[in-house]
Each structure stands twice: as structure tokens, then as C-alpha cells.
């Protein structure tokens, strides 16, 4: 059965603002936004069943 989340990245990170800022981003720069995004989101995942900060960022859809 798939499973649909909506997620609240909480990141105050702004040292790739430029990345979503650009046209055209340094694919370096992209590939490094991609990696860190992915990890939070997998640690939220990995976490969001005991913290209770973690529950309040996602919540599952219908």
C-alpha cells in the first residue's frame, strides 16, 4: 500500500538560496541541495514515530 505524506521542511540553511534562486544552478550546487534536502527528509521519516517535534512537521494524506 503507498503511502502519501505532506512535509514542512523546518531549515533556516540559507547557504543555497542562490540554487533556488538560479535559472540555471551550478549542477555541483544542486546535486549538494538534493543530498542535504533528501537527508532531512529521511531523518524526519526515521524519527517522526517517538519525537514528537518530528510528528508535528508531516502529516499523512486520504
Not at 549542477?27 to 527528509?41: D, F, G, N, S, T
Not at 524526519?44 to 517535534?53: E, H, S, V
Request: proline share 5%.
Amino acid at each position: 500500500m503507498d503511502e502519501r505524506w505532506e512535509f514542512t521542511l523546518l531549515w533556516d540553511d540559507k547557504s543555497c538560496v542562490d540554487v533556488l534562486a538560479s535559472a540555471a544552478p551550478d549542477p555541483e550546487r544542486l546535486k549538494l541541495l538534493v543530498h542535504m534536502v533528501r537527508a532531512h527528509i529521511e531523518e524526519w521519516w526515521d524519527t517522526k514515530g517517538y519525537n514528537r517535534q518530528s510528528a508535528k512537521m508531516g502529516r499523512r494524506l486520504p
